[in-house]
């Protein structure tokens, strides 16, 4: 049996959802190609995940269409700033990282258009003492 989206339960859910989405961000209307649309990168269709565990900051971005050596990433220990292009997208965001890190041990993968950045948090200031 072939699937026919046209009979999705949810699609007039999720288009209601959108139409109000879109309301609210000023009437960009994402994905449409217009203001907002195919070009707007981060934000428009992209989705970022930060997790905070413990001995490690994970951030988690879907960049679909781009290949591994299109993708940019610097860090200065309190922001993450990922850009990267494709023929038809272009990526430019900065993330806010929840604690300082330590951006030397920075270990990144990309796979199925998921780009995955770990770092190691940031040794805590050393004691000055005063003389």
């Known amino acids: 049996m072939v699937r026919d989206d046209r009979d999705e339960p949810f699609d007039d859910f999720f288009r209601e959802i959108e ?8 009437g960009a209307n994402v994905g449409a190609g217009g203001p907002g649309g195919a070009d707007a ?3 428009s269709d992209t989705h970022v995940d930060i997790h905070d565990v ?3 900051v994970r951030v988690v971005a879907d960049l679909p269409g781009v290949e591994k050596g299109d993708i940019d990433l ?3 220990g309190r922001t993450l700033t990922v850009s990267a292009h494709s023929e038809h997208r272009e990526y430019d965001e900065r993330v806010s990282l929840p ?3 330590d951006e030397h ?3 990144a ?3 199925n258009g998921v780009l995955e950045v770990v770092f ?12």
Request: proline share 3%; charged share 30%; hydrophobic share 25%.
């Open 105 to 107: 041990t920075a270990e």
């Open 54 to 56: 413990g001995d490690e």
């Open 120 to 131: 190691d948090p940031a040794a805590s200031s050393s004691d000055i003492s005063v003389e």
């Open 19 to 26: 139409r109000m989405m879109n309301e609210m961000t000023g």
């Open 109 to 111: 993968t990309y796979n």
């Open 74 to 76: 610097e860090c200065d």
């Open 41 to 43: 990168g981060f934000g």
């Open 99 to 101: 604690r300082r890190v």
